[in-house]
């Protein structure tokens, strides 16, 4: 008697909750919605859960805060293989917000059944989508008999088409695809790869003002086409080789590197002129390197910038770019000091952004890359520290810089080592 009064008083709880749901005051549909993911919802609570998703509720202020979508998202915590049927009977019935969540939910299953109602759902909307809902798939590639040739069926939508590319390119890289898997979309993806390139050629980049960073057309566009170009090594046409010899002409380094690398997959000689100007990019030598050790090509690599000092500064850049730190390769950038500490060195450097508005007043500033286990040097393998409070050159001795920003470094981790315990 007991479990079910305490059954019929969880079912009481869900009621309640969806009544909340549909409360006109945003305040007290949020407080509903945050209590309903702290619950443990049972397989059959879930399935009423998923079913509630099907309703029309109140307009939430911001898109991704749809009511339907998000109760699809509190079943996904715990995906039920039960849910799976589920959400393929409401899918019809759910509004875009809502079929977004459901086919991410299905793209997170480690499940066979529910990859095949994925691509049987997507099916339906994915000429509207600006966006591949596509879960885990990238990370955690699975099932390629099932997902290829399957999902290339849907790269007519140029919207998602280089999203597409992207999961393809990692099967690829996990050797869980292979020429045969892509079946009569080949000659898609080939065609795909030529636009690419004649996009990126076409494009009137003037690279040598800095240009290409205050760019955002361009920059969409090099994030596509990066994809395309080292997907390109997997894909054995002489269009695709042609267009990958043509690129050897490009300004940007970053895209040059992707089409050298595959123009070596295609069994193509790179000139040594080529070479010479990816290694000695900042931006791509680390990746450049890279690549080529994990392809056994490292001999063609120019002893030049095979030092710490170069790797070192590859690493700084690297961490530059990122958009949330001064996103962009700086002006220049100086090597200033190397530390040792414990058989591990710290290369301390400063660079300057004079082409952005932003941070040319800021001058010359100090940023650190490493640490190196010197025993191991020359290496593109940094231990964690590379980091900068963009603090100016001037304001700190060079020691002062290292111990400001290992020290900020080592705060934080031990900062996360106690939220852990």
Known sequence: MGIINLFRKKEDVLDTMFSQLNNP???IREDALSKLENLQLSVDQGLRVLEMAKNTFPPAKYDWQDISAQLIDVCAVKPYVEYIGKIEDIYDNLNSYAKISALQFLSTYESEQALIVYLKLLGKDYAELKSLPCGSLYERPRFPQILFPGLLKFMDNKEIASQISLILLNYFNC?????????????????DIVDMADKVNGYDLKID???????????????????????AGYIKDPKVTL????????????????AAMSLLKHGCDLREE??????????????????????????IYPEQFKN??????????????????????????????????????????????????????SGW??????????????????????FSRFEEWDSKTPHEHFSSIVGNIRDYWSSVADDLQ
Request: hydrophobic share 35%; aromatic share 12%.
């Open 243 to 258: 267009a990958l010899k043509g690129l050897m002409q490009i300004k940007d380094m970053k895209l040059k590197m992707f």
């Open 209 to 231: 003002t800095n240009s290409i960073w205050d760019d955002e057309e361009y920059l969409s566009l090099r994030s596509k086409a990066g994809i395309y170009f080292d997907l």
């Open 308 to 361: 710490q000092k170069y790797f070192a500064e590859s690493n700084m850049v690297d961490w530059l770019v990122y958009p949330t730190e001064l996103g962009r390769v700086p002006d220049e950038i100086e090597l200033m000091n190397v530390f040792e500490e414990e058989g591990l060195e710290y290369y301390l450097f400063r660079f300057r952004c004079d082409s952005k508005k932003d941070w040319e007043k």
């Open 365 to 386: 500033m100090a940023g650190l890359s490493g640490p190196y286990i010197k025993q191991n040097c020359p290496t593109t393998v940094a231990e964690g520290h590379t």
């Open 175 to 191: 050797d869980l695809v292979d020429e045969s898997s892509l079946a009569d979309y080949k000659k898609t993806i080939v065609n």
């Open 25 to 27: 005051l945003q305040e």
């Open 274 to 299: 080529d070479v010479m100007d990816i290694a000695g990019d900042s931006e791509v030598r680390n990746w450049f390197y890279d690549s080529l050790v994990e392809m056994g090509k490292d001999e």
